[in-house]
């Protein structure tokens, strides 16, 4: 007899934004860069409740983009998830991103992109699933700490000309505003098309200035040839936290790279709550 | 909201950049006030306690490898028996072909697979 518990999640999955004849749909930033481009419609109506959904998504250019998600009809979208980091480099997928937030059946999804360049394009799809009966009660609610829409980029971390040496805290949000229950992590180089190998150790941290609480440590990077000079992983999480709302949040890196421009990174959270 | 950088006094190592700063400030650290959150395109400098310019990126321009590096003396031979016209026609196409990898990082190496597994 088939193992189907009724107890059991993720019985039904269902894509969309696909493309003939393999591809994603087009995302496209507005002429003006660093600003909002028209959403995209991924599907016109949800089959059913989902539990939460995969965005698998990349750039089509090397750049810098921001990727919103939104569900509702035409000229009223609301976003569910805002400024998705993508600093990869051309036609390469940054990963299948996993969001912990529910869409109920019949809904609208839609996308659209910023990006440093005018009319650049990006491919996305969602792809999400179904609960089972017992699926905990998915998280409600994802707010976007540490993005900057003027270069449509992440708050710049610098891990400073000394190597293997932590640098200073950045401040990504002063006071969150919902109690945090798992946060994503998305990484990027700034759009450094020219950048080198290299390795980067990331921290992430609550608290005020120079009395910060690291609770995620050491998460590990690299960029280089062999990523195409992409920091991979791109996105990090979700991973499950307990932060509570109004704390501060910040984050440091330390660097095999010393060049006052590669040595950078970006880094954006999300909060989901 | 202000925005300060905190940084070690005896050294000028600077531990962190907010507009939440533990008050009083422990023990030899000092609170830079900033007009903002500092610009991309600077960095702090531990000698003047305060955030400069970022120094340009230099990059290496892979046609000039060419022309130049020793490991590619047999394409500068041909290359200096041509005319002017021809070595115009050589470089445009050139520049064509490397397109986004014309410039390399000064770290990077010239060939364009080197480093690469």
Request: aromatic fraction near 6%; glycine fraction near 10%.
């Amino acid at each position: 007899m088939a193992d189907w518990s009724l107890m059991g999640d993720g019985q039904r999955f269902d894509t969309v934004g696909e493309t003939s004849p393999t591809d994603g749909a087009t995302v496209t930033a507005d002429v003006s860069a660093n600003t909002e481009g028209a959403y995209t419609q991924l599907v016109a109506s949800t089959l059913f409740d989902a539990g939460g959904f995969l965005v698998i998504a990349g750039n089509n250019n090397k750049a810098s983009f921001l990727l919103d998600i939104a569900m509702g009809a035409a000229a009223a979208e609301q976003i569910i998830v805002a400024d998705l980091l993508y600093q990869v480099n051309t036609r390469m997928i940054a990963g299948a991103l996993f969001i912990p937030l529910p869409i109920p059946a019949g809904t609208r999804i839609a996308a659209r992109c910023q990006s440093s360049g005018g009319s650049n394009t990006m491919r996305a799809t969602v792809t999400y699933f179904a609960g089972g009966w017992l699926l905990a009660q998915p998280l409600s609610r994802c707010t976007t700490y540490g993005s900057a829409a003027a270069d449509s980029g992440g708050s710049q971390l610098d891990p400073g000309g000394t190597a293997n040496t932590k640098g200073a805290y950045t401040e990504l949000t002063a006071s969150c505003t919902e109690d945090i229950k798992a946060l994503l992590i998305a990484v990027g180089n700034g759009a450094n098309t020219t950048s080198t190998n290299g390795q980067w150790l990331l921290d992430v941290a609550v608290g005020a200035a120079t009395s910060e609480q690291i609770i995620i440590p050491d998460l590990f990077i690299e960029s280089g040839l062999t990523t195409n000079l992409t920091m991979m992983p791109a996105f990090i999480g979700p991973i499950p936290v307990n932060i509570p709302s109004a704390t501060r949040i910040a984050a440091r890196v330390m660097s095999t790279v010393t060049d006052a421009t590669d040595r950078l990174i970006d880094v954006v959270v999300y909060g989901f709550s | 909201m202000a925005w300060y950088a905190i940084y070690e006094t005896a050294t000028g190592r600077l531990r962190s950049v907010g507009t939440v700063i533990t008050d009083p400030l422990a023990p030899g650290l000092t609170a830079l006030s900033l007009p903002g959150r500092p610009a991309d395109t600077t960095m702090w400098d531990e000698v003047t306690r305060s955030f400069i310019p970022r120094p340009v990126k230099v990059l290496a321009d892979r046609l000039q490898d060419l022309l130049t590096h020793a490991d590619y003396a047999d394409f500068q031979t041909v290359w200096n028996t041509l005319n002017a016209a021809r070595k115009q026609q050589i470089r445009d196409a050139l520049i064509r072909l490397l397109g986004g990898r014309r410039y390399r990082n000064q770290s990077e190496p010239i060939g364009l697979d080197a480093g690469v597994p």
